[in-house]
């Protein structure tokens, strides 16, 4: 077989490179890594290639790691190209997260490659799975129970990441590298049978192909590639979904509407979350069965206020008619007011502004609008903050008499459980004057013996809650 004609057969139908692309190339130091580099090497003249040779080293193995980053590091001087290498502590990952050893090197390794490549803004990531490869993860995922997604195993394109070598065989790649004298460095821990994927690499495939098929690596990449097709077209599917029930898209926030989820086929549902992970830009993987289960069960009674945590300090939660995907926000807010000043408020999307004024220039009658108050300057003594809400916070609202929990206001005025934490309060000695954009504190309203008089507005993006 002439692996490079094959190669660059791949890489042309697929469409995998662009003349003129930028390439991250994740290499290990292993014979799959190496032979994809060089294979590249080969196109990057004629593609006007720029190569970048990037490796993770994962804090396991001791000296035969540190041997590996260095060989990588000299693999790269000697074609000349540019190079990185990151070390990730794999052990205190995994303890945090509660993951295997084999996920936390996984999600590491992913995560700090697409950190590189929004740094580098390249057009891909190249990684040097092959077939082998491919019949492991499919029959992994069957292990696992996985479904459609699992089953399909590994695309050759899923931006950024290409995989021009999935067709191969790994005694084809390790034939190439003989022919070529091609230099690669072994990693011991791949016969370690003490990892599940090494079990099944040596113990379970080789009893399959033995006693039931001898070409069981064929089929299982058949098998891929028929779910692969199903998996491609729920992803279709799914993103046309997304678009129909997305009711916001915001930064560290998407909103979807929880009638309009809750009207598609279960299998659509999955592939709609799947499909908010891409839009946030996290890893599908980390949804995994298990998560699914366990969310699809809080779905089905439509708690408001049930969360899931997902990625990280990423969470689903679901609110009183909203799905949201989002990342919380828990800092603090805190900032002193000057009259006749703009504020920018979250993200610069809404400006408050307060103007002194007299009674002659108050409106005939006061605007529905609920981004315009007008409360008694002479009530308030001292400063003005604005700053987001604390545990216990009472006020009075507007013609009422009694004082009222905000927590509770909140929940009588249906204010989403997404958004409480981010409702700026104009307060003066810890005083709520104003819930912007909802109520002013009876306290301060205008009344017929008022004369100083201020106008408080908030204008900008539409706030949330008139989304939601």
Not at 226 to 236: E, G, L, Q, S, V
Not at 315 to 344: A, M, V
Not at 362 to 387: A, C, H, Q
Not at 426 to 431: D, F, G, Q
Request: hydrophobic fraction near 35%; proline fraction near 3%.
């Amino acid at each position: 077989m002439d692996i490079l004609k094959n190669f660059t057969e791949i890489i042309q139908n697929n469409k995998l490179i662009q003349p003129g692309d930028q390439i991250i190339v994740s290499v290990s130091g292993g014979v799959d890594s190496v032979t994809l580099l060089d294979l590249l090497m080969h196109l990057k003249k004629n593609y006007d290639l720029t190569l970048h040779v990037f490796h993770v080293h994962h804090g396991l193995r001791g000296a035969e790691a540190d041997r590996d980053q260095t060989f990588v590091r000299r693999l790269a001087e000697i074609y000349e190209l540019d190079h990185s290498d990151i070390r990730v502590d794999v052990i205190a990952y995994s303890s945090k997260t509660g993951s295997s050893i084999e996920e936390a090197a996984r999600s590491l390794r992913y995560r700090s490659l697409l950190d590189l490549f929004n740094r580098l803004n390249y057009n891909s990531i190249a990684l040097g799975h092959n077939a082998d490869d491919q019949a492991e993860t499919i029959i992994d995922h069957f292990l696992r129970g996985s479904g459609i997604r699992g089953l399909a195993g590994m695309e050759i394109i899923r931006e950024p990441f290409i995989r021009p070598l999935l067709a191969f065989r790994r005694d084809e790649i390790e034939t190439y590298a003989s022919q070529k004298g091609l230099h690669y460095v072994t990693d011991s821990s791949n016969s370690d049978i003490n990892f599940r994927r090494n079990r099944i690499r040596h113990k379970l495939l080789p009893l399959l192909q033995q006693e039931f098929n001898p070409a069981i690596a064929n089929t299982l990449t058949k098998i891929g590639s028929i779910f692969r097709d199903y998996d491609r077209y729920f992803k279709f599917q799914a993103k046309q979904a997304f678009e129909s029930c997305c009711k916001s898209i915001k930064k560290n926030k998407i909103i979807l509407d929880i009638e309009q989820f809750f009207s598609y086929f279960n299998a659509i549902q999955v592939y709609i979350l799947y499909y908010v992970l891409s839009v946030a830009h996290i890893d599908e993987n980390v949804l995994t069965f298990s998560k699914l289960k366990t969310f699809s069960n809080l779905l089905a009674n439509r708690k408001p206020g049930t969360r899931l945590p997902v990625y990280e300090n990423w969470e689903f939660l679901i609110d009183h008619d909203g799905l949201i995907f989002h990342r919380p926000e828990t800092g603090s807010i805190k900032f002193p007011i000057e009259i006749n000043r703009e504020y920018p408020l979250y993200d610069s999307e809404q400006i408050f502004r307060c103007e002194l004024i007299t009674r002659d220039q108050l409106p005939v009658s006061f605007p529905k609008n609920k981004n315009i108050e007008f409360v008694d300057y002479d009530r308030i003594k001292g400063g003005l903050t604005i700053r987001n809400a604390l545990p216990g916070d009472r006020f009075i609202p507007l013609n009422f008499t009694g004082r009222k929990k905000l927590s509770n206001f909140y929940t009588d005025e249906k204010v989403p459980l997404h958004i409480r934490n981010q409702v700026p309060l104009l307060t003066t000695h810890e005083n709520i004057i104003w819930i912007i954009g909802y109520r002013i504190d009876d306290r301060f309203k205008v009344t017929e013996n008022s004369r100083n008089i201020l106008k408080l507005e908030v204008r900008g993006a539409t706030n949330e809650r008139e989304i939601v």
